[in-house]
């Protein structure tokens, strides 16, 4: 049996609705249960997803109610993203984000600003789909990343490295998207969403005790083609995800050399539906099955389907 490492980007909203659509089109086509990779690594919108596989809860009945369709689908998924919050925190928004990010401006100008939403509403999610399992880990190794505003690092939660927490706490913790999102207080520490420091962090896949025979890498913000007539922070976003991939990629290849290494992205037909906006719940069933349409042309690529055939098929 191939030893499997899994890692799950984020990308918002919509990352998610990719996420889910090649998780789901990986185990039609290879009869592969992603709960069955040795190692995940989630981040943001993939850290939820993360979750959901190891609680056995990566169904549509769990990510969605089965009952309802389109408007409906929406609102219900609506509710349980974006929940209004009482903006706050400027003091700490000041301390955290904007002095430090005079020195060295760029995005740790927003770390710790107020936020419109809450991430209650997705701990609560994964309350009602795991159980008992939400207070507590997984038992197959599983890495939530998330970012310490304070020491301004990315904090892998699920290793000797990190704060030993609750599963739900974790997932909001990396959900908590800057500027959009309040932050996440966990035992008198604020911490953020994990793709501040990188997008994939697939270079914590290291931390196996042994090297792992398939490395799959989803990445919703690291495509390598621009979305005719995109935003101009589209191209920036995918090309900070891909300078952040290149180099985990490279040091996963210099230590494991014989590893094999499976990248899968968005295409343009995925990208025509899940852009401009990553946060649109509105995108998230047209991202869904847009994502299934490609990767049915992406799976059955002849390099793709040989890498797979050799160890998850």
Same mark, same amino acid.
């Given at each position: 049996m191939s030893k499997v490492g899994l890692v799950l980007g984020g990308g918002?909203? =919509?990352g998610a609705a990719y996420l889910f659509g090649t998780l789901m089109a990986l185990q039609m086509a290879a009869d592969w249960k992603p709960n069955d990779a040795d190692v995940i690594v989630g981040t943001s919108s993939g850290a939820f997803l993360a +979750?959901?596989?190891?609680?056995?809860?990566?169904?549509?009945? +769990?990510m969605a109610d089965e009952g309802l369709a389109g408007k409906d689908l929406e609102?219900?998924?609506?509710?349980?993203?974006?929940?209004?919050?009482?903006?706050?925190?400027?003091?700490?928004?000041?301390?955290?984000?904007?002095?430090?990010?005079? !020195?060295? /401006?760029?995005?740790?100008?927003?770390?710790? %600003? /107020?936020?419109?939403? #809450?991430?209650?509403?997705? $701990?609560?999610?994964?309350?009602?789909s795991l159980? #008992?399992?939400?207070?507590?880990?997984?038992?197959?190794?599983?890495?939530?990343?998330?970012?310490?505003?304070? #020491?301004?690092?990315?904090?892998?939660?699920?290793t000797v490295a990190a704060p030993e927490i609750a599963l739900r706490e974790a997932v909001a913790a990396s959900s908590a998207v800057p500027f959009i999102y309040e932050p996440v207080e966990i035992d008198g520490r604020w911490y953020v969403d994990?793709?501040? +420091? %990188?997008? =994939?962090?697939?270079?914590?896949?290291?931390?196996?005790?042994?090297?792992?025979?398939?490395?799959?890498?989803? +990445?919703?913000?690291?495509? !390598? !083609? $621009?979305?005719?007539?995109?935003?101009?922070?589209?191209?920036?976003?995918?090309?900070?995800?891909?300078? %952040? @991939?290149? !180099?985990? @990629?490279? @040091? @996963?290849r210099k230590t494991w050399p014989d590893t094999d290494v499976l990248v899968l992205r968005p295409d343009d037909r995925v990208l025509a539906v899940c852009r401009p906006n990553l946060m649109s719940v509105d995108a998230a069933i047209p991202t869904f099955l847009a994502t299934l349409r490609s990767?049915?042309?992406?799976? $059955?690529? /002849?390099?793709?389907?040989?890498?797979? %055939?050799?160890?998850i098929v």
């Open positions: 918002g909203v =919509t +979750a959901m596989i190891r609680g056995d809860a990566m169904d549509l009945q +769990a609102e219900w998924l609506h509710e349980r993203i974006y929940r209004r919050t009482r903006p706050r925190g400027m003091l700490r928004w000041v301390t955290k984000g904007i002095v430090p990010g005079v !020195t060295k /401006p760029g995005l740790g100008l927003v770390l710790g %600003s /107020p936020g419109l939403y #809450s991430t209650d509403p997705l $701990a609560e999610w994964i309350d009602g159980g #008992s399992l939400a207070d507590g880990w997984p038992a197959k190794p599983t890495v939530i990343v998330g970012y310490d505003l304070e #020491s301004r690092q990315r904090v892998p939660f699920g994990g793709g501040v +420091a %990188s997008g =994939t962090s697939v270079d914590l896949v290291l931390g196996n005790p042994e090297p792992l025979d398939l490395v799959v890498v989803i +990445a919703p913000m690291a495509a !390598t !083609t $621009a979305r005719p007539g995109g935003r101009f922070y589209e191209d920036f976003m995918d090309r900070v995800g891909r300078a %952040s @991939l290149a !180099t985990e @990629l490279d @040091l @996963l990767m049915r042309d992406e799976l $059955a690529h /002849p390099s793709t389907w040989r890498m797979l %055939s050799d160890h």
